[in-house]
Nanobody, 124 residues
Framework: VQLQAFGGGLVQAGGSLRLSCAAS????????MGWFRQPPGKEREFVAR????????DYADSVKGRFTISRDNAKNTVYLQMNSLKPEDTAVYYC??????????????????WGQGTLVTVSS
């Protein structure tokens, strides 16, 4: 399974961007997709995740109310709509795929496949 993330770029604070992540295929083991990010000089951190079937979502507290994760099952694509962007949102954003978990979904070990990352830069 290959994941391809795109949509990053440079945006001013308060602006919006939409990231996309396309999966080459779906398997029985892939029932959730997630987004993580790695700010400059920091650890990779959880942003959001969504289940493929029911569409249930979870978000990091830092992005709740500003970011929205969604999916298009027909296109095997997950989106991350980012609004009201802040300079602290600057990071390389990675999409990930794996089983839908009740725990560990906010940890990297909860996912089996990773995309290459797309850079989001928010200027002040």
């Amino acid at each position: 399974v290959q994941l391809q993330a795109f949509g990053g770029g440079l945006v001013q604070a308060g602006g919006s961007l939409r990231l996309s992540c396309a999966a080459s295929k779906r398997t029985f083991s892939i029932t959730a997709m997630g987004w993580f990010r790695q700010p400059p000089g920091k650890e990779r951190e959880f942003v959001a995740r969504i289940g493929w079937s029911g569409g249930s979502t979870d978000y990091a507290d830092s992005v709740k109310g500003r970011f929205t994760i969604s999916r298009d099952n027909a296109k095997n694509t997950v989106y991350l709509q980012m609004n009201s962007l802040k300079p602290e949102d600057t990071a390389v954003y990675y999409c990930a795929a794996g089983p839908f978990r009740s725990s560990d979904y906010h940890l990297q070990r909860g996912y089996d496949y990773w995309g290459q990352g797309t850079l989001v830069t928010v200027s002040s």
